[in-house]
Nanobody
Framework: QVQLVESGGGLVQAGGSLRLSCAAS????????MGWFRQAPGKEREFVAA????????YYADSVKGRFTISRDNAKTTVYLQMNSLKPEDTAVYYC?????????????????WGQGTQVTVSS
């Protein structure tokens, strides 16, 4: 069992920045591919970013590429999402997720564990 707790959400003006953190406990953190997803009201949960177990490979949705950066610190069992140049359309609840078994990194169904989410609101 893995517990994931997100933090760092809040209200920010367009063009601003936020850094989300996701602290993990339980099984060996470095065994998991970690991902960030988001869900806006009335919309499906969508992929934002993912990072490999070894930290060597990162993946991004086209909508955030060049603005968001995913990173992880395996010693601190934490994954981060640095969000810059935020836009109103980035407003959503952001979730981190852990994937032990591999599979398609951008599909929510691939992930085994989820956090409770943190709200990000970007005002125009």
């Amino acid at each position: 069992q893995v517990q994931l707790v997100e933090s760092g959400g809040g209200l920010v003006q367009a063009g601003g920045s936020l850094r989300l953190s996701c602290a993990a406990s339980g099984r060996t953190f470095s065994s998991y591919v970690m991902g960030w997803f988001r869900q806006a009201p009335g919309k499906e949960r969508e992929f934002v970013a993912a990072i490999s177990r070894s930290v060597r490979t990162t993946y991004y949705a086209d909508s955030v590429k060049g603005r968001f950066t995913i990173s992880r610190d395996n010693a601190k069992t934490t994954v981060y999402l640095q969000m810059n140049s935020l836009k109103p359309e980035d407003t959503a609840v952001y979730y981190c997720a852990a994937n032990l078994g591999g599979g398609t990194y951008y599909r929510p169904g691939t992930y085994d564990y989820w956090g409770q989410g943190t709200q990000v609101t970007v005002s125009s």
